[in-house]
Nanobody, 119 residues
Framework: QVELVESGGGLVQAGGSLTLSCAASGRFLSASSMGWYRQTPGKQRELVAQ???????EYADSVKGRFTISRDNAKHTVYLLMNDLKPEDTAVYYCAASILDGNGGFGSWGQGTQVTVSS
């Protein structure tokens, strides 16, 4: 069983910073295409930032220049440094990854971590 465990969410004032972490744990062969999505009530989950299958980085236009995604492959961990946070960044942030285990490949989601930005 594979689990994506997120941490680092919380309440911050506009202009502040937060760093989210997501670690893949369990029995698996690889965790790739790790990234972050976010969702607000009544809206679809949207991509924030991710590592693509060919190791490029994609960012949503709304976070370019403010958010930075990074990873530690040895620890199967992905990070999201969020600077200059705005109230519109308030959402539940979800970690995602493509997991390969002995039975094949599948997508996995974390449980979500709340980020609240006050004005």
């Amino acid at each position: 069983q594979v689990e994506l465990v997120e941490s680092g969410g919380g309440l911050v004032q506009a202009g502040g910073s937060l760093t989210l972490s997501c670690a893949a744990s369990g029995r698996f062969l690889s965790a790739s295409s790790m990234g972050w999505y976010r969702q607000t009530p009544g809206k679809q989950r949207e991509l924030v930032a991710q590592f693509t299958t060919d190791n490029r980085i994609e960012y949503a236009d709304s976070v370019k220049g403010r958010f930075t995604i990074s990873r530690d492959n040895a620890k199967h961990t992905v990070y999201l440094l969020m600077n200059d946070l705005k109230p519109e960044d308030t959402a539940v942030y979800y970690c995602a990854a493509s997991i390969l285990d002995g039975n094949g490949g599948f997508g996995s989601w974390g449980q979500g971590t709340q980020v609240t930005v006050s004005s």
